[in-house]
C-alpha cells in the first residue's frame, strides 16, 4: 500500500487561528477516508473546506494530468445544469496553467484585467476576484486550489488560510493517489494469479477430457460398454473441474461477505458511512439472505456501496434508507435519500462518474432490472431487481 507521504512543507505564519481552521478543514477530509479511501470524495471535501475558510462563491481543485489537462477538475457553487451547458472539463492554460507552474499563490480583484486571463466559455459565469493557491508535495505542484468571487475581494489572511490548506491537502491528496495506485497494482497481481490458477487448474483437465472424449466416440459403435464407462469418466472431469472453478470464484467475493452475509455486510458498510460523514442512514431487510446465490449477492454489494457512495459524495442528504428483500425468486435492493436529486439524463452527470453505468451494468447482467428515479430538489432512489438464483 506504499508509505504515508511526509509532513508538509513549511509555510510562513498564518494568522491567529487560521492553522486550527484549516487543520480541522483537512481533519474533516481525512475522515472522508475512512469511509470511502478514493480520491474523489476527499478532493471534493478539501474544496467545499478551501470556499468555506475564505467565503468564495465559487471554488474548484484541480489536479493536473501532466498532458495539458486535468484528472480531476473538482467544482462547488455551480448547479449540474451550469456544469452540463459549460461543456467539457477545462485545459491547463490561462490562469489554470500558471498555479500549475509557480509555487507562489497569487490574487487580483479582477481576473479578466490580469495579462493571462485568456477568456471565458459561452455559459461560464463572469467572475472577478480570484486566488489561486498551488498544492506543493516535496517541491512538486500536485495540484491548485481556485477561488473566485468573494466580496469585497481576498486579502493576506485569506491567502494565508488557503496555503495552510493547501499544504496538508497535498499531503492527503497524495496518500489517497498512493492508495488507489497501490489498488490497482494489487487488482493487476489479483488477475495475473487468477489466471494462472486457472491455467494449471483447468487447462490439463480439459486437455484429457478432449482426449477421453475422442476416445468414447470411436467405442460408441463397437463396443457401448466401454463408451459408456468413458464418459462417467469424462463426468468426474468435468465435476472436478467445475469444482475448481467454483474455489477459485468463491475467492472474488468481498471477505466481508462471506462472514456477514449480504444483510450484515451492508449494514457495517452503512454504520462506517454514518461515522463518518454524519449521515442518518437506516437499513431495513426482510427475507433469508443466505438464500442469495454468491454471484448475485457480490453484485448487490456492489451496487449498494455505489449507490451510498453516490449519497455521500453528491446527494447533500441528511438522510437516507437502504431496504433489502428477498423473496422467493428475487431480491430487490433500493437506497432513498432527501438530498438535492438531479436530471439522471444530464451529461454532467456522466461526467462526474456517478457509477449509474456500472450499477446498471450489474443489475442487467443478472437478468435483472435497474432504475433511477431523481429530479432536482427531490432526493433520489435507486433500485434494484434481480433474480435470487
Known sequence: MGTMPSAPEATSDPPPGAASAALRAVSEAMVGLAGEPDLGPVLERLVHAARDLVGARYAALG????????????????????????????????????MLTDPAPYRTHDIAADPRFEWWPAAHPRMSSF???????????????YLTDKEGG????????????????AVVVEHARLYEASRERSISEERDRLARDLH???TQRLFSLNLMLEATATRVVADPDAARASLG???EL?????????????????PVLEMDGLVGSVRKHAELLSRAHGLDLRVEATGRDDKIAPDVERHLFRILQEALSNVVRHASATGASVRIDVRAGEVSVVVQDDGVGFDPEARAINARRLGLTSMRERAESLGGRFEVVSAP???????ARVPRD
Open 233 to 235: 469418466q469424462a463426468r
Open 63 to 98: 489536479i493536473p494530468d501532466g498532458e495539458g489537462g486535468f484528472d480531476a477538475f473538482i467544482t462547488v457553487g455551480m448547479s449540474d445544469e451550469l456544469i452540463d451547458a459549460i461543456g467539457p472539463l477545462p485545459r491547463t492554460h490561462g490562469l489554470l496553467a500558471a
Open 154 to 169: 481576498f486579502d493576506q489572511d485569506d491567502e494565508d488560510l488557503v496555503r495552510v490548506l493547501a499544504a496538508h491537502a
Open 131 to 145: 486566488l489561486g493557491v498551488p498544492l506543493m508535495f516535496k517541491g512538486d505542484i500536485v495540484g491548485a486550489f
Open 377 to 383: 430538489g427531490q432526493g433520489t432512489t435507486v433500485t
Open 238 to 254: 468435468v465435476e472436478a473441474a467445475l469444482g475448481e472453478l467454483r474455489s477459485l470464484i468463491f475467492e472474488l467475493r468481498p
Open 200 to 202: 494449471d487448474a483447468l
